[in-house]
């Protein structure tokens, strides 16, 4: 390797060398042109996506940018922050918008985080956390899952001086856990209000529990709290890529001066706007998931095959060995779901709830590959 570039790559950030990339759900046209199938023919059960199909709504706002699209977009999402404020109770000087919740996550690692100062997070948690920390050069605090779920109290005992950041996902991706109001509230409890807590709901909406402890409700309460959603799960929005952060006004202020100026654009504003005031299709998606996520845990049974509970828009199913040749047999039968050994989770699957036809293709096309 030539020395002048060599000294320029080890000038760079350390963490980011050690940085393994997010790596996502195989696309449609990457296997049909891999493995020569058909596009129409493949399912695609793999990153967590809606698949009831755009609202009506949400098309019509797109269309009605169409004409705009040499302008830049409001920098402020001053519609976007008035609908969410207006849905959620909370104030417009709260939110920062981010592109996807995947950038609001990095923002909170930019803005808060750097060498000699650790995040904690869970074993089996959502992959952005660990690339955001090493990214900026600080220290990941990793404490041990306790069945798969996040163990709050040894979260808390795991936060030292250097800790600034603590990232919690209720549920979690990619295990679907959730964690109850009574285990948050003693987490909070013993939390210093010096570190900042970053409760990732991102699949909150599919959540039916009473017992869910729905961040938002706790933010007067904790000024070291911030709460991240997403418009990409049940709001249906993922090619739009548009999510939000809710957190004291101060700690709101200080991401949105490390946010970059027109992070959203001017079609993910406007869906996500009409997206909110879509009652009717926010019920149908958390319908269609409901249907779905009983329709796979009946056949996983019946298939005798341990799987996580899930409170999510997906399910961890376990094989007991190596899934990765399960894998490539789906996907040589035009199913791609998603293998999570990069996780831990090296004999697990993670699924999507699809359509009850997308969910029968996928069972189909199991039984016959563990037969």
């Known amino acids: 390797m ?5 000294m320029l790559l080890d000038g760079a950030v350390e963490g980011v060398a050690k940085l393994h990339p997010y790596i996502p759900g195989k696309p449609v046209d990457e296997l049909a042109r891999d493995l020569n199938l058909n596009v129409d023919n493949i399912v695609k059960l793999a990153s967590n996506e ?12 797109i269309q009605a940018q ?18 969410l404020s207006a849905r959620y109770g909370v104030d417009s000087g709260q939110i920062t918008l981010g592109n996807g919740s995947n950038d609001v996550l990095d923002l909170i ?7 000699g100062k650790n995040a904690v997070f869970s074993q089996f948690a959502f992959a952005v956390y660990p690339i955001s920390t090493q990214a900026v050069g600080a220290e990941m605090n990793i404490v041990p899952a306790k069945n798969f779920a996040h163990d709050l109290p040894a979260m808390a005992a795991a936060i030292n001086d250097q800790t600034q950041v603590v990232f919690l996902a209720n549920p979690n991706n990619p295990t679907g856990t959730v964690f109850s109001r009574t285990e948050f509230e ?3 409890a013993k939390v210093p209000d010096r570190v900042l807590v970053v409760l990732d709901e991102a699949y909150s909406e599919y959540v039916e529990n009473p017992d869910y402890p729905d961040g938002l409700g706790y933010l007067p309460s904790y000024a070291n709290l911030i709460v991240t959603r997403t418009f990409s799960k049940a709001f249906g929005l993922a090619s739009l890529r548009v999510g939000f952060a809710v957190s004291h006004p101060q700690v709101a202020d200080l991401l949105n001066r490390v946010r970059q100026p027109f992070n959203v654009d001017s079609f993910a504003l406007a869906a996500a706007v009409a997206a909110l005031a879509d009652v ?5 998606s958390k319908a269609l998931n409901d249907q779905g996520m009983a ?6 049974k019946a298939l005798a095959l341990s799987y996580i509970p899930s409170a999510g828009n997906f399910i961890s199913v376990d094989f007991g060995r190596d899934a990765a040749p399960i894998n490539q047999a789906l996907l040589e039968k035009g199913v791609i779901v998603r293998p999570v050994a990069n996780y831990g989770m090296p004999t697990f699957l993670r699924i999507s709830i699809g359509t009850k036809q997308e969910n029968q293709t996928f069972i189909d096309a199991l039984k016959e590959i563990l037969a």
């Open 2 to 6: 030539d020395n002048g570039l060599k």
């Open 50 to 61: 809606n698949p009831l199909g755009p609202s009506q709504k949400v098309l019509d706002a």
């Open 66 to 83: 169409l004409s705009d699209v040499t302008r830049y977009p409001d920098g402020n999402g001053f519609e976007l922050k008035s609908a």
């Open 109 to 115: 690692a930019r803005a808060f985080l750097k060498p």
């Open 186 to 188: 003693a987490f909070m």
């Open 280 to 284: 009717e299709y926010l019920e149908k």
């Open 295 to 300: 329709q796979l845990e009946e056949a996983f």
